[in-house]
């Protein structure tokens, strides 16, 4: 017991030290938490029905009643822009939790045992790399069909290559060191060391990737709405509301866009912030 009270210990004055050090990691920590909290709790702080219509309240701009004005079917823009956040984020951490996963496994995979294991997984991600990511996402979408799920899947599949590269080079700097051999001789498996050994010690500059790749995804889901491949209306997506304002702005109604693709861009500051905070506070001590 303290034992593990002196290494909580640690970590906690490590994290003070951390948000201390660095006041953009404290801004883009408390910008996380803001979006995880709308993400979560949305429903039950929208003001409004996110998808209820008002023939007789139709763009209006913002005022006291509506923050952010209402649409052209009269639905309140600053509940549509909170209730976006959450499909939004769970679309991005999907897909960036099952292609960390699955990107972490192969490259570690590829950089521990090397050999034909390396080969194909590096021609994998050479051949993912091919192609425009992005034009890809929407090969996928267009091919399965425009659903959520087949957003998450096209999103993880366009991420795989970065972690697979990321795990290889780091696992195969680390194959040989010192305590893999120490693992080695008090008979440890591969499986083993590498779940227990390697993969610990690569997870700081995966963190960054992580962060980035949330911002990405987030991105990614967004324009493949956007161009009308994403999320199909009415739900409330931040793509699909900035590409139904896009159409507004011209005639004045530039609330429309304005809103949701600022939060949009918020999301995407917050993500890219992240990452070096994140990979201080996994550094091993």
């Not at 972490?104 to 045992?113: E, H, Q, R």
């Not at 050994?197 to 949330?214: A, G, H, K, Y």
Request: with cysteine; glycine share 8%; proline share 5%.
């Amino acid at each position: 017991m303290t034992r593990i009270s002196d290494a909580m210990q640690k970590k906690i004055k490590h994290f003070r030290y951390i948000m201390v050090q660095n006041p953009v990691t404290i801004f883009a920590f408390s910008l996380f938490g803001l979006i995880v909290f709308l993400a979560v709790f949305g429903p039950w702080i929208t003001p409004y029905d996110p998808l209820a219509t008002n023939a007789t309240n139709t763009l209006k701009p913002p005022n006291w009643d509506h923050l952010f004005g209402t649409d052209h079917l009269g639905r309140d823009v600053f509940s549509r822009v909170i209730a976006a956040t959450r499909l939004d984020l769970g679309i991005a951490v999907s897909a960036v939790a099952l292609s960390f996963f699955i990107g972490s496994a192969l490259g570690c995979s590829a950089g521990f045992w090397g050999g034909w294991t390396d080969r194909i997984v590096g021609r994998f991600s050479d051949t993912i790399m091919a192609f425009p990511l992005f034009v890809l996402a929407m090969g996928i979408v267009a091919a399965m069909g425009n659903t959520v799920a087949n957003i998450i899947y096209a999103t993880a599949i366009i991420n795989l290559p970065f972690y697979a590269r990321v795990a290889r080079a780091e696992t195969s700097i680390r194959r040989n060191a010192g305590y893999v051999f120490s693992a080695r001789l008090c008979g440890s498996s591969d499986i083993r060391i590498l779940a227990t050994q390697v993969f610990p010690n690569i997870l700081p500059p995966m963190m960054v990737q992580i962060s980035l790749n949330m911002g990405w995804a987030i991105l990614n889901a967004a324009g493949l709405s956007f161009i009308g491949l994403g999320v199909r209306p009415p739900d409330a997506e931040w793509g699909i509301m900035v590409a139904e304002g896009a159409n507004y702005i011209i005639s004045g109604e530039w609330w429309l866009a304005i809103f949701p693709g600022a939060a949009l861009m918020l999301a995407v500051f917050c993500f890219n912030l992240l990452g070096d905070g994140l990979r201080d506070l996994v550094d091993p001590l």
